[in-house]
T-cell receptor, first 114, second 114 residues
Framework: AQSVAQPEDQVNVAEGNPLTVKCTYS??????LFWYVQYPNRGLQFLLK??????LVKGSYGFEAEFNKSQTSFHLKKPSALVSDSALYFC????????????FGKGTRLSVIA | NAGVTQTPKFQVLKTGQSMTLQCAQD?????MYWYRQDPGMGLRLIYY???????DKGEVPDGYNVSRLKKQNFLLGLESAAPSQTSVYFC?????????????FGEGSRLTVL
């Protein structure tokens, strides 16, 4: 069965510093991997995805993520954090075509301090 | 472009009452999903529909039923509400189940069962 782990419930970072939100997964086959963001009292919004190709994926709002097959990780990164990046971030793997829906991690709350 | 619309946004029920959460999407997506979000639990899949007229159970289907009679609508029913069903419910859609396409989420429906 596929599973996903976000080992940190909370990540605190100073504005202007780089940020990393970690995600590891357990999925057989070739995974599709997604990151979503949720702002307070809102639905989830798509940030970026890895399907195939370059292991470094760039997405919305300056975020990027690196797919590491050997470590089964898909960490979300941003070179310089903004206070407005403070939100709840979810990692979600999928098995790919013809398989089950996305399974979401429990989320990591990012707090960027001015 | 409205995207995914959920109604109602807020609802308070007494134990044992029934209700239906409605979800409509205007993107001609084939697949639709119902998730619930609880603190510390992330998003958990209740039911999904890969295409019009088909539905499948997700991780936490007990106490719920669904209906996908029209491609653009996906209804989530609670026949006899319980306090454990107090949660925020999110509807989402994507082009195809298991595809590389991202999920589009509604703004959520906050349900309280007393």
């Amino acid at each position: 069965a596929q599973s996903v782990a976000q080992p940190e419930d909370q990540v605190n970072v100073a504005e202007g510093n780089p940020l990393t939100v970690k995600c590891t997964y357990s999925v057989s086959g070739n995974p599709y991997l997604f990151w979503y963001v949720q702002y307070p009292n809102r639905g989830l919004q798509f940030l970026l995805k890895y399907i195939t190709g370059d292991n470094l994926v760039k997405g919305s709002y300056g975020f990027e993520a690196e797919f590491n097959k050997s470590q089964t990780s898909f960490h979300l990164k941003k070179p310089s954090a903004l206070v407005s990046d403070s939100a709840l971030y979810f990692c979600a793997p999928s098995l790919g075509p013809g398989n089950t829906p996305l399974v979401f991690g429990k989320g990591t709350r990012l707090s960027v301090i001015a | 472009n409205a995207g995914v619309t959920q109604t109602p946004k807020f609802q308070v029920l007494k134990t044992g009452q029934s209700m239906t959460l409605q979800c409509a999407q205007d993107m001609n997506h084939n697949s639709m999903y119902w998730y619930r979000q609880d603190p510390g639990m992330g998003l958990r899949l209740i039911y999904y529909s890969a295409s019009e007229g088909t539905t499948d159970k997700g991780e936490v289907p007990d106490g719920y039923n669904v209906s996908r009679l029209k491609k653009q609508n996906f209804l989530l029913g609670l026949e006899s509400a319980a306090p454990s069903q107090t949660s925020v419910y999110f509807c989402a859609s994507r082009v195809y189940s298991g595809s590389g396409g991202e999920l589009f989420f509604g703004e959520g429906s906050r349900l309280t069962v007393l």
